[in-house]
């Protein structure tokens, strides 16, 4: 399992980012995916899943503003981020799995960061 994050970076509040997984070492047509993210000090906090089904769910704080999919033909995965606030600032991770919650390293990329300012 390899999981490459990226598209993080910094924005102002009401902004907007696509952030993208790309795998490798498995098809994620056959896994659910999530995404997760931890701010500094904080633990995991769960932010998005898809089904293998392609079944979506999303944590309540992002809930309408986040949209998570993915791209068969690229193995990927994407998180959309709108309407950001600074509350979102954290390393996003994605992983493997359905409803992850705390990733462990194996099941998760280096991260991108995204930053939010007001």
């Known amino acids: 399992v390899r999981l490459v994050e990226s598209g993080g970076g910094s924005v102002q509040a009401g902004g907007s980012l696509r952030l993208s997984c790309a795998a490798s070492g498995f098809d994620i047509r056959l896994y659910g995916m999530s995404w997760v993210r931890q701010a500094p000090g904080k633990e995991f906090e769960w932010v998005s899943s898809i089904s293998s089904r392609g079944i979506t769910a999303y944590g309540d704080s992002v809930q309408g503003r986040f949209t998570i999919s993915r791209e068969y033909t690229k193995n990927t995965v994407y998180l959309q981020l709108n309407s950001l606030k600074t509350e979102d600032t954290a390393m996003y991770y994605c992983?493997?799995?359905?409803?992850?919650?705390?990733?462990?390293?194996?099941?998760r990329g280096q991260g991108t960061q995204v930053t939010v300012s007001s």
């Open positions: 992983a493997r799995g359905y409803r992850v919650l705390s990733p462990g390293p194996a099941n």
